[in-house]
């Protein structure tokens, strides 16, 4: 190879590495400045945002690739304001543009007693959606339903899902109107090398 072919070759393998390394901080940073959003200033977000949320949250792993999850979109303000009246701690009274309601879907849950295995893979969907949405400049968070059944029960009523869809949890989503402090939850004594 002459030495002009030789240079370019070099160049374009160091581009690759800066690349690599440059998605890698990006993606790093977005896990580690990820934080719970539970005040939004009420702007709407658009139909493709919300698509990327979605296909986000469904490219999470799941148990033998089942897939077992469902996502209920509302944006329907009266109905987002009436999730928040009967659950105050879902924060939908915070004027989110959303609120994204992650399900698993018993009809495509792995049969018998590994079926649990549904919380795994619609929490896993979950934390991606949270990660897209901190990626993108929006606001978002996690607040539990199942497996208080009180609860879980009231959003599948109000929302009218078939017995085999089990809400997880509800996420609000909106544009932030607050910048709550990224919280240090490293502890080296969580962390044990090839045994206890
Ligand atoms: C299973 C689960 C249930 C949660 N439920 C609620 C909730 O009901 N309301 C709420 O405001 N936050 C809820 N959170 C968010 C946590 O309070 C939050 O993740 C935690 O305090 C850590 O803060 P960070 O998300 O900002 O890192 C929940 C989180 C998880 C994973």
Request: charged residues 20%.
């Amino acid at each position: 190879m002459c030495a002009v072919a030789l240079m370019a070759c070099n160049k374009q393998a160091e581009n690759m590495q800066n690349e690599q390394v440059n998605k890698q901080d990006a993606a790093i940073e977005n896990i580690m400045t990820r934080v719970s959003v539970r005040e939004f200033t009420g702007e709407k977000i658009t139909d493709e945002q919300i698509d990327i949320l979605l296909r986000a949250a469904m490219a999470a792993p799941s148990a033998i690739n089942k897939q077992p999850w469902a996502f209920i979109v509302v944006t329907d303000e009266a109905l987002i304001a009436k999730l928040g009246e009967a659950l105050p701690y879902s924060r939908c009274s915070n004027k989110p543009a959303c609120a994204i309601i992650p399900c698993g879907d018993m009809s495509k849950a792995i049969e018998g007693e590994m079926a649990a295995f549904w919380i795994n893979d619609v929490s896993a969907a979950t934390e991606n959606l949270l990660l897209a949405a901190h990626a993108m400049g929006l606001g978002a968070v996690w607040t539990g339903l199942h497996p208080d059944m009180n609860r879980a029960g009231m959003v599948q009523q109000m929302l009218g899902l078939p017995e085999h869809i089990i809400p997880l949890c509800v996420v609000p989503v909106g544009v932030p109107a607050e910048q709550p402090a990224v919280k240090d939850k490293y502890k080296a004594e969580n962390i044990h090398f090839n045994k206890w």
